[in-house]
């Protein structure tokens, strides 16, 4: 006869089944540890090693300071980071309109917070960018977007405090400028944008993400640094763009390429029959 499986097996087993039924629902808490134990009859160490191996199947995830939950199925959305330059709405960095079209076109539905917007010294980080000096006071645009309800990008725009005084005083109203910043810009201050810069970092998330996200203590996100150049190469502005990267894929195309195709072609073998 085989032997036995080892109990925290069985126990993981049988949560497993549980959460493939639909009776453990994706995204919630498990039972915590001492009301598994009494379900189960079985020891703290039994439990802990039952959820480290659903931990590596995948199925759950511990989040610190909140419990173990059920991992939910996401469908990742697709973002291109390389568009015409000029216009500067795709991927980071892009505005409430262009979004809620793109989300779209994937048969997902879009939407995004009120803008949170404040007068705050220059991060070190950003200064650099805009080339300012840290600490000299900037415009933040602060908002969250969400595809199918689902927490998906923390994105924060700034912009130096020079294009308040000029006469951009809608970078102060905390509401979405739905022709997009890059176009007011152009029309109420002449200036455009001739190209932008990316720069993508990974990185654990912080406190805030974690929570925002429901991200487990090692996952991992996209940083996007977007800097956008005027006519007279001067940054205009720096947008950051946080990515969970359970959630999200980032595409970059260079010279003549087709458009990306989001639905299989129908037919026997696709192409070629």
């Keep these: 006869m085989p032997a036995q499986q080892p109990m925290y097996h069985r126990i993981a087993d049988d949560l497993g089944k549980r959460i493939e039924s639909g009776e453990l629902e994706r995204g919630s808490q498990l039972p915590t540890e001492l009301e598994l134990r009494e379900a189960y009859g079985a020891s703290r160490n039994t439990i802990r090693d039952a959820i480290k191996r659903l931990t590596s199947q995948g199925l759950v995830e511990t989040r610190q300071g909140q419990g173990t939950y059920v991992t939910r199925v ?85 912009y130096p405090l020079k294009l308040l005084t000029a006469g951009a005083t809608r970078l102060l109203i905390a509401e979405d400028i739905q022709e997009g910043t890059v176009e007011y810009l152009a029309e109420t201050l002449q200036l455009k944008q001739i190209g932008y810069r990316d720069w993508v970092t990974a990185r654990g998330p912080d406190g805030n993400e974690q929570v925002f996200f429901g991200l487990s203590h090692d996952a991992a996100v996209f940083q996007v640094f977007r800097t956008g150049f005027d006519q007279y190469q001067t940054p205009m502005r720096v947008t950051v763009t946080v990515y969970p990267v359970d959630r999200n894929q980032l595409v970059f195309n260079f010279g003549d390429v087709p458009d990306l195709q989001y639905e299989q072609a129908e037919g026997p073998d696709d192409a070629g029959e």
Excluded at 120 to 144: F, K, T, W, Y
């Design 74 to 158: 996401i469908d990742p959305f697709v973002t291109v980071l390389s568009p015409d330059p000029a216009i500067g709405v795709s991927g980071a960095g892009e505005e409430s309109a262009t979004y809620l079209s793109r989300v779209s076109e994937q048969h997902r539905e879009a939407s995004a917070s009120p803008p949170k917007v404040e007068v705050m010294p220059c991060p070190r980080e950003i200064a650099l960018r805009l080339r300012i000096n840290p600490g000299d006071q900037v415009i933040s645009r602060h908002q969250v977007r969400y595809i199918d309800e689902i927490p998906w990008l923390l994105q924060t725009s700034f």
